[in-house]
């Protein structure tokens, strides 16, 4: 059943978003899939943009559902050509509400899933473990992986996050692929 997600707001500071009783946050390297998997499950087509461009002012963004319960999709991170101080700015916003959100049950981080996990994903998951901010990982993009090749890739993957196969989550945006177990999962978490 597609996440009845409405957007509520965007904000700069975490202190700036409404109370929450649950909340799912939303992390990934710009690029990810992150914008495309947002909307996969809620069945909206331009729920969270698509392809954001780079260096553009990123802002904490919050959704609702109908339960209550709330999702934030995180600035993305990674992108070369932005300016040191834009860049530090970004870690504090985004430190700040992964520290401090209080409601915040657990932390996806979106991993490409041909291509990952990249350096700043594995600094991400080990900040995150330094912090014990509840977290799993999901690996996107499946459809782009070779059947042939996926049972190396998804150990490939679990190895470079230092996870265990079976603690990753693999999706498809683009096929559909994964979108109805996240759902479920998400939906139980979000629901007080
Ligand atoms: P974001 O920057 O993390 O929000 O990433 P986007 O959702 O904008 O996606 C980045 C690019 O990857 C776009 O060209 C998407 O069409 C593509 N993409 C996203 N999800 C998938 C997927 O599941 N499969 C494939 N093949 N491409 C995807």
Redesign the pocket.
């Known amino acids: 059943m597609p996440l009845h997600l409405t957007f509520v707001t965007s904000a700069k500071r975490h202190a700036d978003l409404p109370d929450t009783p649950c909340e799912v946050a939303f992390v ?1 390297r ?7 998997l947002i909307n996969a499950l809620a069945n909206q087509r331009q729920l969270a943009k ?3 461009t780079p260096g553009r002012t990123q802002l904490l963004n919050l959704f609702r559902l109908p339960t209550g319960g709330t999702v934030v999709d995180l600035p ?1 991170y990674g992108f070369a050509k932005v300016p040191g101080r834009e860049k530090a700015g970004w870690r504090a916003m985004i430190e700040g509400y992964l520290l401090e959100r209080e409601g915040l049950e657990l932390v996806l981080v979106l991993v490409d899933g041909e291509i990952g996990p990249t350096k700043l994903d594995v600094q991400m998951l080990d900040w995150l473990r330094a912090n014990e901010v509840p977290h799993t990982v999901v690996a ?2 499946l ?2 992986v070779r059947p042939s090749k996926l049972a190396t890739r998804r150990k490939q993957l679990a190895a470079g996050c230092s996870l265990a196969e079976g603690d990753i989550m693999w999706a ?3 096929k559909g692929t994964g979108i109805e177990a996240m759902q479920r999962h998400l939906l139980a978490l979000l629901t007080p």
């Open positions: 990934g710009s690029n990810v899939g992150k914008s495309s698509v392809s954001n993305g996107t993009k459809d782009k498809s945006a683009a």
